[in-house]
Structure formats: C-alpha cells, structure tokens
C-alpha cells in the first residue's frame, strides 16, 4: 500500500536557521510527491512538487525540497527560516492507480522561534 | 484568477441531520476532489469527480457522497450525521488531466468547519 511518513510530530528552529522537515515515501512505481503548509483555520497551500528531473526542487516562499530515490525521501528545506514559517507541513504522494488523489503524511508542525 | 472556494466556511449541524457542502474550483480545472481533515485520522481522501463522474472513491460509508455539475462545481453530501463527522472538511482542484499528466498539483479551499452537537 502507498504511504507516507512523517517522522516528526513538531520541529523547532531558531529564526535565520536552516530548517528541514522530514517525508518518506512508499510507492510503486515513479512518485509523484508534494510539500503543502497550512495555517490555522485555512485550507492547505501548495509549496513544490517533484515529478521528475532534477532531485532539488524550488517551490514558493524561499522553500526547496530534496528527492531521494535510494533513501525514498522527500525532505523539504529552508536555508534561513523565519517566524511567519511557523505552520503545519504536509507531504504528500499520489495514488499510482488514483488519478488525483493524494495520500498524506501526518503533518509536522514548525515552531520558528525568534 | 480566483482560487478555490468553497461555502459554507462553518456549520453547525445536530445529529441525524444532512449537510451539503459546495466547492468552485479554478477556472479551467476539471478536477475536484474532496478531502476530510480531523486531528485523530489527519487527511483521509473522500472522492474525486472529473467531467462529472466519480472516478475515485475513499474508503467512506455510503452517507458520505457527492456530484459534479457541467461547470465543474462539486458538492458533497453527509446524510445522517454522526458526531464523528466532525471535521474540515477540504476542497481541491486540479487540471487533472490524466493519470500520467505532469500538471497534477491540487489547489485547495479554505475549507467547510463542520460541527455535529
């Protein structure tokens, strides 16, 4: 079965910090994998994908995520973080055999500290 | 170009009682599909519809349902509510090309606050 795994129920950080939220991934075939954030009592924003090419992906906000096929991972990062970066993060893959559909990790939340 | 939106943004319903949640996707997009957030089970996959047919379905009861209309506005539909129902309930649309299609990021409402008493 597909899955997603996201180690880490919080990450802290100093602001100006890097940051790295954790995703792994179990898929068949060639996966297509996502980063969202969500702040509170909104809906879910759209930060980067990967689909294939290049393992480092650059998404919105200064965001990147690294792809790693033999480790399955799908970490994503932030070079200096900032206190308005604090919110729930989401990896995601897609469903193989489901068209559009989207399976999630837990969620990590991130707590920037100034 | 708008976003995703989706009305009404909080409800609060009895149990027993039916709710009908609706969701406009982006213009162009054909793709919708409808997602239910809680903190015990996080974001469980309901269905999806394209070009107005159910083409994916979660592993939901048959209470839980949903359409598509020909401009591509989807509503769901939750009959005899349960308590549990309780939730965000998540709207998202996406070109939706095909299985294979590299445009295949979703873009997702606010969401509907549904609380069952």
């Known amino acids: 079965a597909q899955s997603v795994a996201q180690p880490e129920d919080q990450v802290n950080v100093a602001e100006g910090n890097p940051l790295t939220v954790k995703c792994t991934y179990s898929?068949?075939?060639?996966?297509?994998l996502f980063w969202y954030v969500q702040y509170p009592n909104r809906g879910l924003q759209f930060l980067l994908k990967?689909?294939?090419?290049?393992?480092l992906v650059k998404g919105s906000y200064g965001f990147e995520a690294e792809f790693n096929k033999s480790q399955t991972s799908f970490h994503l990062k932030k070079p200096s973080a900032l206190v308005s970066d604090s919110a729930l993060y989401f990896c995601?893959?897609?469903?193989?055999?489901?068209?559009?559909?989207?399976?999630f990790g837990a969620g990590t939340r991130l707590a920037v500290h100034p | 170009k708008a976003g995703v939106t989706q009305t009404p943004r909080y409800l609060i319903k009895t149990r027993g009682q039916q709710v009908t949640l609706s969701c406009s996707p982006i213009?162009?997009?054909?793709?919708v599909s409808w997602y239910q957030q809680t903190p015990g089970q996080g974001l469980q996959f309901l269905f999806e519809?394209?070009?107005?047919?159910?083409?994916n379905k979660g592993n939901f009861p048959g209470r839980f349902s949903g359409r598509q209309f020909s401009n591509s506005r989807s509503e769901m539909n939750v009959s005899t509510l349960e308590l549990g129902d309780s939730a965000l309930y998540l709207c998202?649309?996406?070109?939706?090309?095909?299985?294979?299609?590299?445009?295949?990021?979703?873009?997702f409402g606010q969401g509907t606050r549904l609380t069952v008493v």
């Open positions: 998202a649309s996406s070109l939706g090309r095909g299985q294979g299609s590299r445009d295949t990021e979703a873009f």
């Open positions: 898929v068949s075939g060639n996966p297509y």
């Open positions: 990967y689909i294939t090419g290049d393992n």
């Open positions: 995601a893959v897609r469903d193989p055999g489901g068209y559009n559909k989207l399976i």
């Open positions: 213009s162009g997009h054909r793709s």
């Open positions: 519809y394209f070009s107005e047919t159910q083409r």
